[in-house]
């Protein structure tokens, strides 16, 4: 069984930064692919990042590249994603999920005003 917290969303200005974190239980965790996901209201959820279980592999959505990066700390069983220059387009909710699995973290809420 492996859970996923999220943490680390709230409400930031145009241009802002935000670090997520995903706190991972079970023992799968530490050989995993971790992947961020985003849903906007009204949208379907989408890809925003991926990192592999090293934490030497990663990839971005062409929508955050440049301006978001994820990383890892296995012994602390934690995924991070740093968002900076935040966009009004941003705004969603933020879902870890264990790569490939159907196991999700409940969503952290980031809202970016103008």
């Known amino acids: 069984q492996v859970q996923l917290v999220e943490s680390g969303g709230g409400l930031v200005q145009v241009g802002g930064s935000l670090r997520l974190s995903c706190a991972a239980s079970g023992r799968t965790y530490s050989f995993s692919r971790m992947d961020w996901f985003r849903q906007a209201p009204g949208k379907e959820r989408e890809f925003v990042a991926t990192?592999?279980?090293?934490?030497?592999?990663?990839a971005y959505a062409d929508s955050v590249k440049g301006r978001f990066t994820t990383s890892r700390d296995n012994d602390k069983n934690t995924v991070y994603l740093q968002m900076n220059s935040l966009k009004p387009e941003d705004t969603a909710v933020y879902y870890c999920?264990?790569?490939?699995?159907?196991?999700w973290g409940q969503g952290t809420q980031v809202t970016v005003s103008s």
């Open positions: 990192i592999g279980w090293s934490g030497d592999s990663t």
């Open positions: 999920n264990l790569g490939g699995t159907n196991y």
